[in-house]
T-cell receptor
């Protein structure tokens, strides 16, 4: 079984401030983790992913995330927010084996608002 | 850049009508998925396919059906639309690589009146 919890359904930051979106997961086998971004009336776009290897992964648009197995976390960060970062962000998990093989389970989403 | 298309993008239809939401991808991916997303909510898997003539129901029960006659095409059909079917439907695909990321289409926003 696998699940994802995103802490905070809404996050508001000022332009230029640090962005931190929290994600905790539960997985019975080693997870593969993803962050997606969704702009209004659009599909999901992959920001970054963790499969194996380096635990700090870099993605598009200056975002990065760190896989922490001991904390079962995969938080998304960006040093300096831009107005164009305003969107909804989804954390997702899948497994390389088991009953959830290849299926993505999503968190509830976090809406990021960026103030001028 | 992923190439996955969904039509129509928006659909308003009356109760009882039969509808088909189209999804096509040009990447040759063998695995395809349909998700349902209500406003402000997470995505729920309703159908998936691991190849031609293979379809399975997802984690969220749905009255819709799917077919996979061609690799690139994965349509979703509602035989008799109801207001409870009002939602956004997202199609996704994945190749055989082991990275497991899915590529999403732009979605179809369905409203049943």
């Amino acid at each position: 079984a696998q699940s994802v919890t995103q802490l905070g359904s809404h996050v508001s930051v000022s332009e230029g401030a640090l962005v931190l979106l929290r994600c905790n997961y539960s997985s019975s086998v080693p997870p593969y983790l993803f962050w997606y971004v969704q702009y209004p009336n659009q599909g999901l776009q992959l920001l970054l992913k963790y499969t194996t290897g380096a635990t700090l992964v870099k993605g598009i648009n200056g975002f990065e995330a760190e896989f922490k197995k001991s904390e079962t976390s995969f938080h998304l960060t960006k040093p300096s927010a831009h107005m164009s970062d305003a969107a909804e962000y989804f954390c997702a998990v899948t497994q390389a084996g088991g009953t959830s093989y290849g299926k993505l389970t999503f968190g509830q989403g976090t809406i990021l608002t960026v103030h001028p | 850049e992923a190439d996955i298309y969904q039509t129509p993008r928006y659909l308003v239809i009356g109760t009882g009508k039969k509808i088909t939401l189209e999804c096509s991808q040009t990447m040759g991916h063998d695995k395809m998925y349909w998700y349902q997303q209500d406003p402000g909510m997470e995505l729920h898997l309703i159908h998936y396919s691991y190849g031609v003539n293979s379809t399975e129901k997802g984690d969220l029960s749905s009255e819709s059906t799917v077919s996979r006659i061609r690799t690139e095409h994965f349509p979703l059909t509602l035989e008799s639309a109801r207001p409870s079917h009002t939602s956004q439907y997202l199609c996704a695909s994945r190749g055989t690589a082991t990275s497991y990321e899915q590529y999403f289409g732009p979605g179809t926003r369905l409203t049943v009146t």
